[in-house]
């Protein structure tokens, strides 16, 4: 190994991976290594083999799945919304031409015991049996303020100010219902639970617009996703940083971090030791410096069916927002298919994932689990959810955050951005590198 570079990056995770390209386009000397034999981290697409060696080690693959390379299986399932962070991170580096795309054809939300279309458009809309006409006047006027709210143009705020009124102020300034804003905050806004009423309104208006915006894009739905699966991301930025001079190695341990005078100045591996200036990695590579927050529990289902009342549509996403379930968060299915390259003719994915709240996880995922009609096979696993101590200013050891329970990626590029101003003292800009050369 060469002996000297600017950052070691440990661990192939998108966070990992998305930093470690940004960096090395920005002139930096990266090494990249990962203790597995393929990349993703805990965010990897894995093939049959790959998938019950990790959850299943002790039982035979059934031989009508078919072939291995047939199969690509999220680890952490999530989907990219149309006009997010995400998307900006693919076209700014150009990374779009390693990828191609697939959009995800239904977007539901479980009420009363039924699965409901979540309206695309104002056709779909007034069809739509989730709330009734007047309400949905309510509502059109509630979006259109949402649309055109301009925090600079006090004419666009109709009196409420989202910088210092809450969500709860907002919803009863516009008369809705309860399970309206159900609907608003966990169909559209995606939030986790109910704790966004009582902060300010600014957050969820984003998000709202950035659900609005994703589906205008392209219609149906605001989701995407990538064909051959979600491992594909990383290896994407994993091969712009190496275009760009940065050192890449699979099936490598990081046995430890090497430190002088309290500042990391390195990585020993076996009898090696390669040095650094700084060093990013996932918490599985620094567990001594993070804390668990809780963790998510994750059901990946093998199905011989399309989701039931989806409208037998190759891919979906279901939120099931708490308080129809009776409990404090909300529980998200995703499925994909044949028709995004990752499982076998006839077969689709599906994910239950919700944030632990019991001692016994899986049974707060029955009621999702529920909605997948026969399964196959069923693999569940409970993540813990962790994040840094400390900001790795002092040591000059970043920590990304782990994967949580949210269906997007937005977070993600939240904790991208946030290493990236820890590690330069500058925001990350993404600019088309034409400007940036210019």
Known sequence: MDEQYDVIVLGTGLTECILSGLLSVDGQKVLHMDRNDYYGGE??????????????????????????????VDLIPKFMMASGEIVRFLTHTDVTRYLEFKQVNGSFVYRGDS????????????ASPLMGLLEKKRMKTFLEWVQ???????????????????????????DLEKETQEFIGHAMALHLDDSYLEQPAHDTIK????????????GKTPYIYPLYGLGDLPQAFARLSAVYGGT??????????????????????????????KVICDPSYAPEKVKSIGSVVRAICILDH????????????????????????????????????????????????????????EKEIEKGLALLG????????????????????????YISRSYDATS???????DVHDIWRRITGEALVLKKKESTEA
């Open 248 to 277: 890449y190695m699979l099936n490598k341990n990081a046995d430890e971090l090497v430190y002088e005078n309290g500042k990391v100045v390195g990585v020993r591996s076996g009898g090696e030791t390669v040095r650094a200036k």
């Open 374 to 397: 026969n399964i196959r096979e069923k693999f569940v696993s409970v993540s813990p959810l962790q994040v840094p101590v400390e900001d790795g200013k002092q040591d000059n050891v």
């Open 207 to 218: 998000k709202i617009n950035l659900y609005g915006a994703s589906v205008l894009r392209y």
């Open 115 to 126: 699965i409901l279309k979540v309206p695309s458009n104002a056709s779909e809309a007034l």
């Open 43 to 72: 965010s990897a697409s894995l093939n049959l083999t790959q998938l019950y060696k990790k959850l299943k080690p002790d039982q035979e693959i059934p031989q009508e799945f078919g072939r291995d390379r047939e199969w690509n």
């Open 306 to 361: 399309p989701l039931p009342q989806t409208g037998d549509v190759d891919s979906a996403q279901i939120v099931i927002p708490q308080n129809q379930v009776g409990r404090n968060h909300d529980i998200y299915i995703a499925s994909v298919s044949n028709a995004h390259n990752v499982c076998a003719k006839d077969f689709t994915l599906a994910i239950v994932s919700t944030i632990v709240e019991t001692d016994e996880p």
């Open 408 to 414: 997007h990626f937005e977070t993600v590029c939240d």
């Open 148 to 174: 055109h709210y301009n925090l600079e143009d006090p004419s666009t705020h109709g009196g409420l100010d989202v910088t210092k009124v809450t969500m709860t102020e907002c919803y009863k300034k516009f």
